[in-house]
């Protein structure tokens, strides 16, 4: 990807960013802009299933997908924020690409071929290539210091099926340091905070997500910064620590990075409220 080439890339918001994290959404888009990133949402898309339609019926998750997918471009790439979206996707995805009836079938229902040459990422993966090509040398360090830990959620951990496709890892990290950030170690990454059973058990999600928040105000990090809307809403509605750790969304953080035009009604819909810290920080008025 060259430095200052404008892209265009279809994308599937999902559900949880049109909804209860619309702030992600938005400070998704003005940072792809200023990236050089057209975002071009697919028309008319539909859930992908999420866990429910996945654990339940796979039939129904397959064919929700794949309405998805036929919409889609064949020209271009498809990105999913939610790593649970990105990951059923995938799912659908291979299944077509090893099932002749399965593409029988949706040819079928959808009126079109199964294309299978097209690229699904996640936004971590355009950062990444960003991050390669250079895209983000010579910034002017206007983290100040921030001190995080990354929690990317269990989600990114791939099945087998993708163990060849390249890990999501350490590019938080990577990517937010070239801005003057400062990654905080701890042992909390990659645990599940529980995703659907929030609603279902939350007596069940509480303890893991206070554990969760509680370790990273042990490790020293002034707030948590996830690239997964429903990691972002479990930690914030259901831990009940009395001294907790604001909680950011990986493109909230990078909007600020870049200098783009900032809405402080994105940090007013936190329910563990950041502003004083990035005032604090000298990140916001």
Known sequence: MQNNATIDISYFP??????????????LVSTCKKLGVNLIELDDWNCCGSSSAHSINTELFINLV????????????????????????HEAFHHLN?????????????????????????????????????KFKNRTHTLNGLKFVTYYG????????????????????KVLSSFGAEPVSWSQAVKCCGTYLSVAQPEIITPIVNKIVGGAKEAGA????????MCHLNLEVRCNLKQQVPTLHLSEVLAIALGTEVKKEWFARHLVDPRRLLQSKGLMV
């Open 14 to 27: 999902g559900c949880s960013l049109v909804t209860s994290a619309h702030e992600n959404n938005e400070s």
């Open 66 to 89: 794949s309405r998805n997918l036929s919409i889609a471009d064949p020209t271009r790439p498809l990105m999913a924020p939610c790593p649970s979206c990105v990951l059923r996707l």
């Open 98 to 134: 090893h099932d002749e009836d399965a593409r029988d079938q949706f040819e079928k229902n959808f009126g079109s071929p199964f294309n299978p040459k097209l690229k699904i990422m996640n936004f971590l993966e355009l950062l990444d290539e960003m991050y390669e090509s250079g």
């Open 154 to 173: 269990c989600t990114l951990n791939r099945p087998p099926f993708m163990r060849h496709e390249k890990s999501s890892y350490n590019i938080i990290e």
């Open 222 to 229: 002034e707030c948590i910064i996830t690239p997964c809307a």
